[in-house]
């Protein structure tokens, strides 16, 4: 498997895969604008609404959109050769960690590593052999978790500690992690079956198994608890998206949340500003699926696409306001999310990739009114992080350029820089 392969398998674990809605994933300049809040929102026929209707002089397409001076690579890392960094959280301007994998091969995903930012530079964090880099989270210096296959290991500031919460388990995989303090939930699939599990002073616990919805991401922040994928529809007309919501302090009580009903649909990544305010992006894919849903009475044949079909994604993204989630229109049309941060209400940051471009990625703010797009340069963006204490913001990803070389990605965003000249 070439790197650009292997690097999209990582993140098709660490979002489960995504089976279940036939993608491949994997966590300045213009751009359409929407009054949000400022008109009431326009009926959509799937039960949602919409703050903004792009359109085609609202959407330019992403080769329009240039590249922001404000956006510096920060060089290559203490990291072996063919590299990538799939996720990263920042706790503070002297903290961040991020997550990938090192050696990796045509036929080998490679190593876990684990990169730690000091303030200063970048260095490696030795973590156990033989760990998977599936899901990932971090609330201190110490408290990091890192989940993958059938192992879940802790660190808390002196050392690790691995644990098997089944035993040995070649079908039961965690693809990902969000710890609250005291707490973890981790989310994984056993074979068609997904399944939650908490970790807390009394150890871990499997508190459902949901055999309908594919769990790709969680976050868990103030004792409520985010979970975001998709789940069949009804009649096996492909899937929709779906969120899971939990606002006990014991992780128990877990509701499947009524949102628009959007075919093709799938959630990837999701980021809590507030229990009333939370953001979760993701796909489209306006073809039937390919790959069979966990629903097993339906034919794998129904999610064939048709000869020669385009099954290109659109991006997704729906907002919870404390009383329902809606959709919400992202200024460019065929960009690809792959994950989302904010400092808060009016400051919401999606990273996403554009198709044509790989090397080149996208970047879209919100500033509580207007979507507007620029560009990073340098490779594949998986993963982006608000840093705490200032308007900066971490990428990391890989060189995107489906070869068997290259060393992972790590973009830094000067938050106060006043905007330069950009180039397209």
């Known amino acids: 498997m070439k790197i650009a392969n292997r690097a999209m398998a990582a993140v098709s674990c660490l979002s489960l895969l995504a089976a279940c809605s036939g993608l491949t994933a994997c966590s300045g300049g213009g751009g359409g604008a929407g009054a949000r809040g400022s008109t ?4 959509r026929p799937d039960g949602g609404a919409t703050r903004h209707q792009a359109g ?5 397409t992403p080769s329009a959109v240039p590249v922001s001076r404000r956006w510096r690579d920060v060089g290559r890392l203490p990291l072996a050769d063919s590299s990538g960094l799939m996720d990263v959280v920042a706790t503070g301007p002297r903290q961040a960690w991020a997550l990938g ?21 970048w260095s490696k964090l030795p973590i156990p052999r033989y760990l ?64 939650i599990v908490t970790s807390g002073r009394g150890g871990y616990e499997l508190v459902t198994g949901d055999g309908e919805s594919m769990l790709n991401a969680v976050t868990s922040r103030a004792g409520h608890t985010w979970i975001v994928g998709a789940k069949p529809r009804a009649n096996c007309d492909g899937v929709t998206p779906d969120i899971v919501h939990s606002r006990k302090a014991d992780g128990s009580g877990w509701d499947h949340l ?33 790959d069979p849903l966990p629903d097993r009475s339906c ?23 404390g009383r329902s989630w809606k959709r919400e229109e992202l200024p460019l049309l065929t960009a690809e999310p792959t994950g989302v941060t904010a400092f808060g209400p ?27 797009a620029e560009r990073g340069a340098g490779g594949r963006i998986e993963a982006v992080a608000a840093i705490p204490g200032t308007k900066d913001l971490w990428a990391v990803g890989w060189p995107g350029d489906y070869e068997d070389h290259g060393s992972a990605v790590v973009l830094r965003r000067d938050g106060r820089a006043r905007p330069g000249r950009a180039r397209s």
């Open 346 to 372: 009016d400051d919401v940051w999606v990273a996403a990739a554009d198709p044509d471009r790989p090397a080149d990625p996208l970047f879209l703010h919100f500033d509580g009114r207007t979507w507007t």
């Open 258 to 290: 009524r949102v628009p009903d959007i075919r093709g649909g799938t959630l990837t990544s999701v980021v809590q500003i507030s229990p009333t305010d939370v953001w979760a992006v993701g796909k489209i894919v306006n073809s039937r699926q390919v």
């Open 56 to 60: 085609p002089t609202a959407s330019p």
């Open 40 to 43: 009431a929102p326009a009926a």
């Open 101 to 121: 994998f090192e050696n990796g091969a045509e036929d080998d995903g490679g190593y876990a590593t684990v990169a730690r930012w000091n303030g200063a530079k």
């Open 299 to 321: 034919p794998a044949a129904v999610y064939d696409a048709p000869e020669g079909a385009e099954s290109r994604a659109t991006p997704l993204a729906l907002h919870w306001d």
């Open 132 to 195: 998977g880099y599936d899901g990932f989270d971090a609330t201190g210096p110490n408290d990091l978790w890192i989940a993958g296959g059938d192992t879940v290991a802790r660190w808390d500031g002196r050392r690790w500690t691995e644990k098997r919460p089944f035993g040995i388990s070649e079908d039961k995989r965690f693809h990902d992690v969000a710890s609250d303090g005291d707490r973890a939930v981790l989310i994984g699939s056993d074979g068609p079956r997904s399944f």
